[in-house]
């Protein structure tokens, strides 16, 4: 192919290796200016494709931007032409030499004024036709740019705000201070003016107020300023309490972010506190030697205190159920918040009894303390248990004579106790299936052995199913309880005639029955129709 064209081998390797080496760059800067405002812009210039930067004589390029915002001003080291959209600027003239060579870095300066009214964004400057005059003659266009650009930002006064917006105060700190930022922008003088408001807080008694205090910053200035105010160490038992600070009629055109701050005081006025019964409901078993009552002390701790505490009945009686407690002093010393203990005696008798209560009351208080949950009821759980009764139930042949059913007492042995068990009729019938029977079943103190009673069973003759009676329990005495699930027991007598087999309809019954059915229906119908 080389040889039908006749093209030099030598100057097709050189035109391959030219076409390897890099692009020169233009490279332009950015600048951030405000409408009104002038900025810089420099212009760099990079020679990688020469290799020398003195093959560099000239440099042309055109330089692309919004004309309706931006204003170029060239400096007078360079040629300059207006083109739409932009100027075309000449850094010496593109010929060969003896004209200087132009090295690489900043080619020159450009300054570009910001039109007035020119909306916030940012204006991109391109970059474009750039034409290299080479030192051995002729001109070269390359295409190698990094473009620049200016950002343009209205200014703005800024933000006015508290910060932080919530501030805590011991009352017994002096003053307290609050804070306001300038934030999002510094131009111009601007200002506040901060007043004080009541929360639970009240001026005069509680903080100085603050009125019409006006707060500024000059042309530039950022940063923070302090408000301070006095406050009240009053001597008064009391919650926390707030007020507040607010900003308002700001100027400069500022705007006002977080326009109030709280600030909360916090008492340092401490309570002598509360006296409570905790727990307010005891229990105790009568065998137990004694029951504490205890008593607490919250919300403060302040200078000593004391309260009187004393017993009254209620079904249980001093003497002989407790020992009663009569104005018993119960002390506190000052910072004291320890729970205190009220001890009372509990008699055991041998009294089989409902459970018992009697109440234990918090009164007298002394030191500026205040009374919580004055009463504790104790309740004395009776031990005397006579326990419970349950009876069994069983099943019988008729054929048996009689039959045995066991009572059982269980839950508790105090004291002698009976129940009276008493037949009742089911299926079976009394005086023909068995012999009624009403009887008195006792227990000593402390038994709990099991007990019996018998019933006749009579055998008749007929063939009858199972039948049943029951016997039930009543008449309880010493205490004890009848069980509600086992109370009463349920005798079955089980027959010893077998009733006879009733026969199981086959399928030529069915038959026969619908054929009888059949022939009445047809003799119903000749009826009717020889009458009509």
């Known amino acids: 192919m080389f040889a039908k064209f006749k093209i030099p081998l030598l100057f097709i390797i050189t035109l391959f290796h030219a076409s390897l080496q890099a692009a020169p760059d233009i490279v332009l800067t950015t600048a951030t200016g405000a409408p009104g405002s002038s900025v810089n812009i420099d212009v760099n210039f990079t020679n990688t494709v020469l290799g020398?930067?003195?093959d560099v004589v000239g440099l042309q390029f055109d330089l692309l931007f919004d004309t309706t915002k931006l204003t170029a001003t060239i400096p007078a080291n360079v040629?300059?032409?207006?083109?739409?959209?932009?100027?075309?600027?000449i850094v010496q003239p593109v010929l060969a030499q003896p004209i200087p060579p132009i090295p690489t870095g900043k080619v020159t300066t450009i300054s570009f004024t910001i039109n007035g009214g020119a909306?916030?964004?940012?204006?991109?400057?391109?970059?474009?036709?750039?034409?290299?005059?080479?030192?051995n003659g002729g001109n070269i266009v390359i295409d190698g740019t990094t473009n620049g650009s200016i950002t343009i930002a209205t200014p703005a006064p800024g933000t006015i705000s508290f910060n932080p917006i919530a501030v805590s105060t011991n009352e017994s700190v002096a003053t307290t201070t609050v804070s306001l930022e300038r934030t999002g922008g510094t131009t111009g003088a601007v200002s506040v003016t901060v007043n004080t408001a009541n929360g639970t807080a009240v001026a005069g008694g509680?903080?100085?107020?603050?009125?019409?205090?006006?707060?500024?910053?000059?042309?530039?200035?950022?940063?923070?300023?302090?408000?301070?105010?006095?406050?009240?160490?009053?001597?008064?038992?009391?919650?926390?309490?707030?007020?507040?600070?607010?900003?308002?009629?700001?100027?400069?055109?500022?705007?006002?972010?977080?326009?109030?701050?709280?600030?909360?005081?916090?008492?340092?006025?401490?309570?002598?506190?509360?006296i409570s019964f905790n727990p307010v409901l005891l229990?105790?078993?009568?065998?137990?030697?004694?029951?504490?009552?205890?008593?607490e002390r919250t919300g403060g701790s302040d200078g000593a205190v004391s309260?009187?505490?004393?017993?009254?009945?209620?079904?249980?009686?001093?003497?002989?159920?407790?020992?009663?407690?009569?104005?018993?002093?119960?002390?506190?010393?000052?910072?004291?918040?320890?729970a205190k203990k009220v001890v009372v005696s509990i008699t055991d008798d041998a009294a089989v009894e409902s459970n018992e209560i009697f109440t234990l009351t918090v009164g007298t208080a002394t030191g500026g303390v205040t009374l919580g949950l004055v009463s504790a009821i104790i309740a004395i759980v009776d031990n005397d248990n006579p326990g419970i009764i349950t009876i069994q139930s069983i099943d019988v042949n008729e054929t048996a004579g009689t039959v045995i059913v066991t009572l059982t007492r269980t839950g508790g042995s105090n004291g002698a106790v009976s129940v009276e068990a008493f037949t009742s009729d089911g299926s079976a019938i009394?005086?023909?299936?068995?012999?009624?029977?009403?009887?008195?079943?006792?227990?000593?103190?402390?038994?709990?052995?099991?007990?019996?009673?018998?019933?006749?069973?009579?055998?008749?003759?007929?063939?009858?199913?199972?039948?049943?009676?029951?016997?039930?329990?009543?008449?309880?005495?010493?205490?004890?309880?009848?069980?509600?699930?086992?109370?009463?027991?349920?005798?079955?007598?089980?027959?010893?005639?077998?009733?006879?087999?009733?026969?199981?309809?086959?399928l030529s019954f069915w038959f026969m029955l619908l054929m009888a059915f059949f022939i009445m229906f047809s003799v119903m119908l000749h009826t009717r129709k020889y009458q009509s």
Request: overall charge negative; proline content about 3%.
């Open 430 to 506: 009394a005086g023909l299936d068995y012999t009624a029977l009403t009887q008195t079943v006792s227990w000593a103190d402390g038994d709990i052995a099991n007990k019996t009673i018998t019933i006749t069973i009579l055998d008749d003759t007929l063939a009858e199913f199972k039948e049943n009676f029951n016997i039930g329990l009543r008449n309880a005495t010493g205490g004890v309880a009848v069980s509600a699930a086992n109370g009463v027991a349920n005798i079955g007598i089980n027959s010893n005639e077998i009733p006879p087999s009733q026969p199981v309809p086959t």
């Open 307 to 338: 309260v009187t505490v004393n017993s009254s009945d209620g079904t249980a009686s001093a003497g002989t159920d407790y020992t009663a407690i009569v104005n018993q002093v119960i002390n506190w010393a000052d910072g004291d918040s320890a």
């Open 206 to 274: 509680d903080y100085t107020a603050i009125a019409n205090q006006v707060v500024s910053w000059t042309d530039g200035e950022s940063g923070a300023k302090s408000v301070t105010t006095n406050i009240v160490n009053d001597n008064v038992i009391e919650a926390d309490e707030i007020f507040t600070f607010t900003a308002s009629n700001v100027t400069g055109g500022a705007a006002i972010g977080a326009a109030t701050a709280t600030v909360t005081i916090v008492n340092d006025d401490v309570a002598p506190g509360s």
């Open 52 to 54: 020398n930067p003195n």
């Open 283 to 295: 229990n105790v078993t009568e065998g137990t030697a004694t029951i504490t009552a205890t008593l």
């Open 79 to 89: 040629t300059s032409a207006s083109i739409v959209g932009g100027v075309r600027l």
């Open 119 to 135: 909306a916030d964004g940012i204006e991109v400057l391109t970059v474009s036709s750039i034409v290299l005059g080479n030192a």
